[in-house]
């Protein structure tokens, strides 16, 4: 069965993490008509940071890689062959989509193609990888879409070169603000500026668009929580009101929508635990969730609970009569044999591997 290859998404300003989760969501995309796809495998998206990119490939310093190879001088003819190691078995990452005249549309998925390549360095060097992207594209697309990937390729690798003199100059800030508690926002928006900077050296407004807008989009939202977290004049409640509000009042897109889900979740976590402490019913617990997240997701969590409390149950009844055991027998080798025969017969082999870990988190409740 094959695996999807996909490089880890870590934006560059999201260290917000330390003080506020901020749980990483997946922005769904639709596969185009596949008379204007090349090529016609598109797979599941989760952005690559540049940050990420430009450690992982370790790309020395330098200026614009001229990637131009001569098809009968290039070691491939489709970039597809002899893949390293961590890419074979995957499905490739990314999209190339051309209009009905074969220009470039620059979508987030090209830059996912260029990532999934990049991510063999180290089991590849540099000049193969990139000898490797360009057969590839120039094997799956026509002219002039196929020379306008290629340029776009050169730039992001020059971009990816230069990022890390940024991140240098901003890391131990944010380490120094991380101990202390609390994140330096100053620091954060003047590198998210610089960032801005560098990249409009290398690519016009729609690349910057489509390869950063979404990532742009999770960075504002998080560093927006952690000013309204770490705002000592508000309540808890005005806070509250406060993180409604911004995310109220972003444009309609799919970054919101999964803002929204992901708020969704904090909220009902909280709330179930509320309810759940205060004894509520079954039924008032399925109608608070059904109301933030819909009946079908409302009606799984109900059946969660009712195998929890099925598992609790026995648990309780494995605890008591393991204890008697224990206690009352005086060979304690045949107290084990009769113990672990008491865990076959309460507990299905995966349960068994949870008894360890919940009967420690029960002595800590």
Excluded: C
């Excluded at 185009?32 to 990420?52: C, F, G, K």
């Excluded at 380490?175 to 990249?199: C, H, I, P, Y």
């Excluded at 977290?229 to 806070?239: A, F, G, L």
């Amino acid at each position: 069965m094959s695996n999807n290859r996909r490089p880890a998404y870590l934006p560059i300003a999201i260290i917000a993490v330390v003080i506020i989760a901020v749980a990483a969501a997946v922005i769904m995309w639709f596969k185009p008509d596949s008379s204007r796809i090349m090529p016609a495998q598109p797979v599941s998206n989760t952005l690559a940071s540049e940050a990420n990119s430009s450690q992982s490939t370790g790309l020395g310093d330098g200026q614009l890689v001229q990637t131009t190879v001569s098809q009968n001088q290039s070691p491939f003819v489709t970039g597809l062959e002899r893949l390293p190691r961590s890419l074979k078995g995957t499905q490739i990452d990314g999209e190339i989509i051309i209009d009905e005249n074969k220009q470039l549309l620059v979508t987030e998925g090209l830059r996912r193609l260029f990532d999934y390549f990049l991510s063999a360095l180290g089991e590849e060097n540099e000049a193969v990888i990139v000898a490797r992207v360009e057969s590839y594209i120039r094997h799956h697309t026509p002219e002039p879409a196929a020379s306008q990937a290629v340029a776009i390729f050169n730039q992001y690798v020059a971009y990816l070169k230069a990022l890390p003199e940024i991140e240098k100059r901003y890391g131990n800030l944010q380490l120094q603000a991380t101990k202390s508690g609390e994140l330096d926002l100053n620091a954060v928006t003047q590198q998210k500026r610089d960032v801005a900077n560098l990249r409009q050296q290398y690519f016009d407004k729609p690349t910057i668009t489509a390869f950063f807008g979404a990532g742009d989009d999770y960075d504002d939202y998080s560093i927006e929580m952690v000013r309204i977290n770490q705002n000592t004049q508000m309540s808890d409640v005005q806070k509250q009101a406060a993180r409604q509000d911004y995310v109220s009042r972003l444009p309609d897109s799919t970054t919101k929508t999964n803002i929204m889900q992901q708020a969704n979740l904090g909220e009902l976590m909280a709330r179930t635990e509320q309810m759940k402490a205060r004894g509520a019913t079954p039924e008032a617990l399925y109608n608070m969730r059904r109301e933030l997240v819909g009946a079908p997701a409302a009606e799984r969590l109900a059946q969660v609970d009712r195998e929890d409390a099925n598992f609790e149950q026995r648990f309780s009844q494995y605890e008591t009569q393991k204890q008697r055991l224990l206690s009352q027998s005086a060979d304690q080798a045949q107290a084990k044999i009769q113990i672990n025969q008491l865990e076959q017969q309460l507990f299905d082999d995966t349960e068994r591997k949870r008894l360890e870990g919940y009967a420690a988190l029960q002595q800590q409740k």
